[in-house]
């Protein structure tokens, strides 16, 4: 420790290393699968020891995979249902989240921790049921069933009552001398003071919806209804697991979220309220 002391910019090299070799370790993953997409059939992708770079990069691979498969249909669906689960779920979960945090009424702990205890459920343990309530209200084989259970979630109630819990009085107090109905209150003030953690939520419910497998899986036999997801699993049984081609669908699904992420990320901001209104 007293090295360290000594040599304060050794310290803050050293752990720049650290945290390279962790964000390495982290990214392999990543740069593998591209660069396997990106690997002509002559390749080996399974040689040892292993290659990072492809000798001869090429194309072919996403371009065999967009024309074989009706992979612009999959991206349709997956943007259609993540974008409405998105939407539907910030509603349902502010809505929710809003009198759990600011009004005063019998039973109201009990009722969040009801609702936030749902969260050590499994989804397996309860797919069954959804699946069966899916089948009596008519959604099997369409966008909504696939939306059917993510349109509110426990994580996301507790996530902005936890943000609204954290917006002054003093501005709720303002608005309700100026006039303001709860409703007013709820649209005009509390939404945009605890944006930060709406655009957090909305990140974490488009990546749960686009990478989504299992239940769109159980509830669509249509394949013009497939999402991406599904697409990708499609590829291993169309080309005999050529995994070039795997590669290069699983590059075009991710590909938006990635690109959601980086966009985003600078809109989730901590402020001095914890919910306050990004600076």
Same mark, same amino acid.
């Given at each position: 420790?007293?090295?360290?002391?000594?040599?304060?910019?050794?310290?803050?090299?050293l752990?720049y290393?650290?945290?390279?070799?962790?964000?390495?370790i982290?990214?392999? #993953?990543? +740069?593998? +699968? %591209?660069?396997?997409?990106?690997?002509?059939?002559?390749?080996?992708?399974l040689?040892? #020891?292993?290659?990072?770079?492809?000798?001869?990069?090429?194309?072919?691979?996403?371009?065999?995979? *967009?024309?074989? =498969?009706?992979?612009?249909?999959?991206?349709?669906?997956?943007?259609?249902?993540s974008?409405?689960?998105?939407?539907?779920?910030?509603?349902?979960?502010?809505?929710?989240?809003?009198?759990?945090?600011?009004?005063? !009424? #019998?039973?109201?702990?009990?009722i969040?921790?009801? %609702?936030?205890?749902?969260?050590?459920?499994? !989804?397996? %343990?309860v797919? %069954?049921?959804?699946?069966? +309530?899916?089948?009596?209200?008519?959604?099997?084989?369409?966008?909504?069933?696939?939306?059917?259970?993510?349109?509110?979630?426990? !994580?996301?109630?507790?996530?902005?009552?936890?943000?609204?819990?954290?917006?002054?009085?003093?501005?709720?107090?303002?608005?309700?001398?100026?006039?303001?109905?709860? =409703?007013?209150?709820? *649209?005009?003030i509390?939404? #945009?003071?605890v944006?930060?953690?709406?655009?957090?939520?909305?990140?974490f419910?488009?990546?749960?919806?686009?990478s989504?497998?299992? *239940?769109?899986?159980?509830?669509?036999?249509?394949?013009?209804?497939?999402?991406?997801?599904?697409?990708?699993?499609?590829?291993a049984?169309? !080309?005999?697991?050529?995994?070039?081609?795997?590669?290069?669908?699983?590059?075009?699904?991710?590909?938006?979220?990635?690109?959601?992420?980086?966009? =985003?990320?600078?809109?989730i901001?901590?402020t001095?309220?914890?919910?306050?209104?990004?600076?």
């Open positions: 420790m007293k090295f360290f002391k000594q040599n304060p910019k050794l310290k803050i090299v752990i290393i650290v945290l390279g070799a962790i964000a390495l982290t990214l392999f #993953p990543l +740069l593998w +699968l %591209i660069s396997t997409a990106l690997k002509s059939p002559t390749e080996n992708i040689q040892s #020891p292993p290659q990072l770079l492809p000798s001869q990069p090429t194309l072919g691979n996403f371009a065999t995979v *967009w024309q074989s =498969l009706p992979f612009a249909q999959y991206l349709y669906n997956s943007t259609l249902v974008v409405l689960t998105v939407g539907l779920n910030l509603l349902f979960c502010a809505l929710a989240a809003y009198p759990l945090a600011r009004l005063s !009424f #019998p039973g109201r702990d009990w969040f921790v009801a %609702i936030v205890s749902t969260i050590m459920i499994p !989804f397996q %343990i797919m %069954i049921p959804l699946y069966i +309530l899916t089948v009596q209200l008519g959604l099997v084989n369409t966008y909504w069933g696939m939306m059917f259970p993510s349109l509110a979630s426990a !994580f996301g109630i507790f996530l902005l009552r936890q943000a609204f819990m954290g917006v002054p009085k003093e501005i709720e107090e303002a608005a309700r001398m100026d006039g303001s109905s709860e =409703l007013g209150l709820w *649209w005009h509390m939404l #945009p003071a944006s930060p953690a709406l655009v957090t939520l909305a990140i419910v488009f990546i749960g919806s686009w989504d497998f299992l *239940w769109p899986l159980i509830v669509i036999q249509d394949e013009k209804l497939y999402t991406l997801p599904l697409g990708v699993a499609k590829l049984g169309t !080309f005999s697991l050529d995994w070039r081609l795997v590669a290069a669908g699983s590059i075009i699904s991710i590909a938006p979220v990635l690109i959601l992420f980086i966009f =985003l990320q600078r809109y901001v901590p001095e309220t914890g919910s306050g209104v990004k600076g």
